[in-house]
């Protein structure tokens, strides 16, 4: 793979990704109201009025504003952010597979999201079992992403892979699948062809 096919497939990775997160936080959650809230204009739509109590399905980016300024706080948790030992069990099971695992939605913005929230705790309170967690659960995220990807880079080599296998892939592992699919194909179709000759003059 040339250094341009390598600026392709990292420009195509990198898009997956900044797309995966934008579908993350535009997900409707459940939020409940801590105050009561008149009726406003987010992202170009409006919403409101609600009640001290109520509860409603807004955008995750919008949930994260709401909580920020005390108004109303996430109704699960889950929907933002994975557990470590959910995590753990994962990459366990991961390692295990010879073939690639369903990923709940959303993994990888959630994974980085655990990450960044214990980097966080850290910073007010590095207590031993914070930085435990924060080592072990940044650790198990390698583990995955690392055996994840030797079962992609696989999965990219065959010529005719199952379409159920390919639905196992996560947006930002599809991106970089068709990016890899792309660059192995025409390298294939290239490496036994007579290269025309560049005569001199």
Same mark, same amino acid.
């Not at 470590?84 to 980085?112: A, C, I, M």
């Given at each position: 793979? /040339?250094?341009?096919?390598?600026?392709?497939?990292?420009?195509?990775?990198?898009?997956?990704?900044?797309?995966?997160?934008?579908?993350?936080?535009?997900?409707?959650?459940?939020?409940?109201?801590?105050?009561?809230?008149?009726?406003?204009?987010?992202? /170009?739509?409006?919403?409101?009025?609600?009640?001290? /109590?109520?509860?409603?399905?807004?955008?995750?980016?919008?949930?994260?504003?709401?909580?920020?300024?005390?108004?109303?706080?996430?109704?699960?948790?889950?929907?933002?952010?994975?557990?470590? /030992?959910?995590?753990?069990?994962?990459?366990?099971?991961?390692?295990?597979?010879?073939?690639?695992?369903?990923?709940?939605?959303?993994?990888?913005?959630?994974?980085?999201?655990?990450?960044?929230?214990?980097?966080?705790?850290?910073?007010?309170?590095?207590?031993?079992?914070?930085?435990?967690?924060?080592?072990?659960?940044?650790?198990?995220?390698?583990?995955?992403?690392?055996?994840?990807?030797?079962?992609?880079?696989?999965?990219?080599?065959?010529?005719?892979?199952?379409?159920?296998?390919?639905?196992?892939?996560?947006?930002?592992?599809?991106?970089?699948?068709?990016?890899?699919?792309?660059?192995?194909?025409?390298?294939?179709?290239?490496?036994?062809?007579?290269?025309?000759?560049?005569?001199?003059?």
């Amino acid at each position: 793979m /040339g250094s341009l096919g390598v600026v392709v497939v990292s420009r195509r990775a990198s898009e997956g990704i900044g797309h995966a997160q934008f579908l993350f936080e535009e997900d409707a959650v459940q939020v409940v109201f801590l105050k009561p809230i008149p009726a406003s204009m987010a992202g /170009g739509s409006q919403f409101g009025p609600y009640e001290e /109590g109520r509860e409603a399905k807004v955008p995750l980016w919008v949930a994260d504003v709401l909580a920020e300024n005390g108004v109303a706080k996430l109704k699960d948790e889950d929907a933002k952010i994975i557990r470590s /030992g959910d995590l753990y069990k994962l990459s366990w099971k991961e390692e295990r597979n010879e073939v690639l695992s369903q990923l709940p939605p959303h993994f990888y913005p959630k994974v980085r999201a655990l990450l960044r929230s214990l980097d966080e705790g850290i910073k007010q309170s590095p207590t031993h079992t914070l930085l435990s967690e924060q080592r072990q659960s940044q650790m198990k995220a390698q583990d995955m992403i690392n055996c994840r990807l030797q079962k992609i880079l696989r999965l990219s080599m065959e010529r005719n892979p199952t379409k159920s296998l390919i639905d196992l892939l996560s947006q930002e592992e599809r991106a970089l699948y068709t990016a890899l699919r792309s660059e192995i194909e025409g390298w294939r179709q290239r490496i036994l062809v007579d290269e025309p000759k560049t005569r001199e003059r």
